[in-house]
């Protein structure tokens, strides 16, 4: 990743640790790329090419991946020391098919308590064309002991 200078260290440090944290995971393997990651906005592209089903379209799983993705680490980012965030509901609305290029999700809270965290992500196309919106609601829980 390049060294951003315009970008608050706390802000370049998370989008360090995301990207590190993301080897060998399914957001790795869609090609999920992070753009911008504080608490109140999240921002991921990721490539159509190669997530697609067998029509050639962007496969509705894999903006819902990128939904999941954007949303978790949201709700992580809210979370006490020593909690995680484990998802609990997510939907999606498919409003048009990408063909090529790249998407680009961006999450922002809809509501963030004490137990319960919820995203919403709105994925577009190349052209700002909005192609999925999603909303996942994640639970903050104690991290279980290591064992």
């Known amino acids: 990743m390049r060294h951003q200078p ?5 802000e370049r440090d998370l989008l360090r640790e995301m990207t590190e944290a993301s080897a060998g995971t399914l957001a790795e393997r869609m090609g999920i790329e992070y753009l911008e990651i504080s608490p109140e906005r999240l921002v991921a592209r990721m490539p159509v090419e190669g997530n697609t089903q067998p029509y050639g379209l962007l496969h509705g799983g894999a903006s819902v991946v990128l939904a ?7 709700a992580l980012l809210h979370a006490g020391e020593g909690q995680v965030a484990v998802g609990l509901d997510i939907n999606a609305t ?12 961006t999450a922002t809270p809809l509501s963030v308590g004490r137990t319960l965290v919820s995203y919403e992500v709105i994925i577009r196309d190349e052209t700002d064309r909005r192609v999925c919106t999603s909303r996942i609601t994640c639970l903050l829980r104690d991290r279980a002991p290591a064992g």
């Not at 315009?6 to 706390?10: A, E, N, T």
């Not at 063909?99 to 680009?104: L, N, S």
Request: net charge positive; charged share 30%; proline share 4%.
């Open 68 to 74: 999941e993705t954007l949303g978790s680490i949201g």
């Open 6 to 10: 315009d970008r608050p260290r706390q």
């Open 94 to 105: 498919h409003h048009r098919a990408a063909r090529t290029g790249r998407v680009t999700g």
